[in-house]
T-cell receptor, first 114, second 115 residues
């Protein structure tokens, strides 16, 4: 079945540091890939997405490129801020018999210190 | 546009009581999903509907859990009787259709504590 694996957390960084959160997936066919963010006490918000190989999703300084050859969708940001502290979830949505449901990774907690 | 609306936002209830969580999806969305989030198990899909019809309820943990969608603008998730291990955040989400490129939008969640 479909699955998503994220790097183990938590991740702790200083403000203005470079961020990478690794995400790899297993799926039949060609899924769409998503990053969601959850701020403390809030719901999940879409951060960015990519729907086909080599697409780059970007938003709020975050980027991720859909790499079919390595089945990866790593999240990056060049300079993190304290306000980026949150839980980040990688997810895929496949077609076919999966009926379009989202499969999530386990989430990565990011804490950014001033 | 209004997003996915869930109620209640927070609920504390005693073991054995019935709990009903409510969801209003985004207008025009054909798919509705119920997810549960816990520290131990992360985000789990409980059930989802297409055009008000349940498609897959294999994630519903036990017979104590039930979900309905009587019309396109309303769904409920019911737990009866509730147990402490049901304490979690329950998210409702909706999507325009099952095309895999379409985004699934989440509500703010219902934070349930069973004591």
């Amino acid at each position: 079945g479909d699955s998503v694996t994220q790097m183990e957390g938590p991740v702790t960084l200083s403000e203005e540091a470079f961020l990478t959160i690794n995400c790899t997936y297993t799926a039949t066919g060609y899924p769409s890939l998503f990053w969601y963010v959850q701020y403390p006490g809030e719901g999940l918000q879409l951060l960015l997405k990519a729907t086909k190989a080599d697409d780059k999703g970007s938003n709020k300084g975050f980027e991720a490129t859909y790499r079919k050859e390595t089945t990866s969708f790593h999240l990056e940001k060049g300079s993190v801020q304290v306000s980026d502290s949150a839980v980040y979830f990688c997810a895929l949505r496949a077609g076919g018999t999966s009926y379009g449901k989202l499969t999530f990774g386990q989430g990565t907690i990011l804490t950014v210190h001033p | 546009d209004a997003g996915v609306i869930q109620s209640p936002r927070h609920e504390v209830t005693e073991m054995g009581q019935e709990v009903t969580l409510r969801c209003k999806p985004i207008s025009g969305h054909d798919y509705l999903f119920w997810y549960r989030q816990t520290m131990m198990r992360g985000l789990e899909l409980l059930i989802y509907f297409n055009n008000n019809v349940p498609i897959d309820d294999s994630g519903m943990p036990e017979d104590r859990f039930s979900a309905k969608m009587p019309n396109a603008s309303f769904s409920t998730l019911k737990i009866q009787p509730s147990e402490p291990r049901d304490s979690a955040v329950y998210f409702c989400a909706s999507s325009r259709d099952r095309a895999y490129g379409n985004t699934i939008y989440f509500g703010e969640g219902s934070w349930l504590t069973v004591v």
